[in-house]
């Protein structure tokens, strides 16, 4: 079975880090181009960035590039988002989804709360 | 970026009628290369994560009843929910993925009457 766990999400003052981690399992991740998208409260899906099984090609939305960077472990079966720079609209409900281009898996999502 | 326009934002209907959702792409999302409309539809249950139904337009995922049908080409698209049901009360999201940035539309929120 298909599994993504989420974590690292939480209460973080404007301006300061946070590194978020979904934790897979089920299938072979290094066989898997992988996502990170996002939900404000109350709001629509907003994708944010995606990495290609090999880390090979990287793309971010505007909104996030240059604050956040995408990466992962293929040997842990991890995949990471370090947020930098974190602003009040950067809160949201944050998902990791399996897939290259359209998202067949998801997370339960960790929420990040950007607020003093 | 290609911005998706979706129609209706809510809707109310009783349990056995047909839904219909719109999703209008600012571009074409027809590959020349294959043919293909790269469109997917997903379900949002409340307090759930998002679950795809469609891609490629009119290609249902695996397990997803047959009552979901998506349909269009170019920047048209529909997804119709035939005989709606209680469980089906939820938010519906298309997706162009054609090219970076992936967008998703604003959203249909389904409610049974």
């Known amino acids: 079975e298909v599994q993504l766990v989420e974590s690292g999400g939480g209460l973080v003052q404007p301006g300061r880090s946070l590194k978020l981690s979904c934790l897979a399992s089920g299938f072979t991740f290094s066989n898997y181009g992988m996502n990170w998208i996002r939900q404000a409260p109350g709001k629509g899906l907003e994708w944010v960035a995606s990495?290609?099984?090999?880390?090979?090609?990287?793309y971010y939305a505007d909104t996030v590039k240059g604050r956040f960077t995408i990466s992962r472990d293929n040997a842990k079966n991890t995949l990471y988002l370090q947020m930098t720079s974190l602003r009040s609209e950067d809160t949201a409900l944050y998902y990791c989804?399996?897939?290259?281009?359209?998202?067949?898996?998801w997370g339960q999502g960790t929420l990040v709360t950007v607020s003093s | 970026d290609i911005v998706m326009t979706q129609s209706p934002s809510s809707l109310a209907v009783s349990a056995g009628e047909t839904v219909t959702i719109n999703c209008k792409s600012s571009q074409s999302l027809l590959s020349s290369g294959n043919q293909k409309n790269y469109l997917a539809w997903y379900q949002q249950k409340p307090g759930q994560s998002p679950k795809l139904l469609i891609y490629?337009?009119?290609t249902r995922e695996s397990g997803v009843p047959d009552r979901f049908i998506g349909s269009g080409s170019g920047t048209d698209f529909t997804l119709t929910i035939s005989s709606v049901q209680a469980e089906d009360l939820a938010d519906y999201y298309c997706q162009q993925h054609y090219s970076y940035p992936f967008t998703f539309g604003s959203g249909t929120k389904l409610e049974i009457k």
């Open positions: 490629l337009a009119s």
């Open positions: 990495i290609s099984s090999s880390s090979s090609y990287i």
């Open positions: 989804a399996r897939g290259a281009t359209k998202f067949a898996y």
